[in-house]
């Protein structure tokens, strides 16, 4: 009787860590991070985002061009940063420079394999910066922001 009970609990125990590791609810936490990132770039305050802890080292920005003209695009604009606030100040300097600003994020359509989306279909201002996909990845069970990609509707 004392085995049967102890093979029990070995296969509650066992069940319960398969179910705990299955993909449903980590995409609910990457999902909650993309609505935090997603605010945080509509509010212009992409610095607030420090506090959560998001950044394992550096994280990529990369700015895309979306070209209107006939001839090739310009090169990706790539820089690297330790934090949000200071991609924050690069970005505004940059915008600046080239007089552009911050858009508003567009719909948000999904995680799948480390990197979510967002629609880049309608409602596109000429000299915006977008939010394009945020490529994630996932260090001891808590999720972190490699890379940012930016579409600059020039």
């Given amino acids: 009787m004392q085995r049967f009970l102890i093979f029990a609990l070995l296969i509650v125990a066992g069940a319960a860590a398969a179910f705990a590791q299955q993909s449903p609810f980590k995409n609910k936490g990457i999902e909650r991070v993309m ?26 920005i990369v700015i895309g061009f979306m070209s209107s003209s006939s001839e090739e695009e310009p090169p990706d604009e790539v820089a690297r940063f330790r934090s949000f606030g200071a991609a924050e100040r690069w970005l505004k300097k940059r915008n600046q420079k080239y007089a552009t600003s911050f858009g508003r994020a567009q719909a948000f359509t999904g995680c799948s394999k480390g990197a979510c989306g967002f629609e ?35």
């Avoid at 212009?44 to 950044?55: F, V, Y």
């Fill in 35 to 60: 609505a935090q990132i997603v605010e945080a770039y509509d509010a212009e305050n992409l610095g607030s985002l420090d506090a959560a802890r998001l950044i394992r080292g550096r994280v990529r």
């Fill in 120 to 154: 880049q279909s309608s409602g596109i201002l000429h000299n915006q910066l977008y939010l394009s996909e945020i490529r994630y990845g996932y260090r001891q069970g808590r999720p972190f922001i490699k890379t940012i990609y930016f579409l600059n509707s020039d």
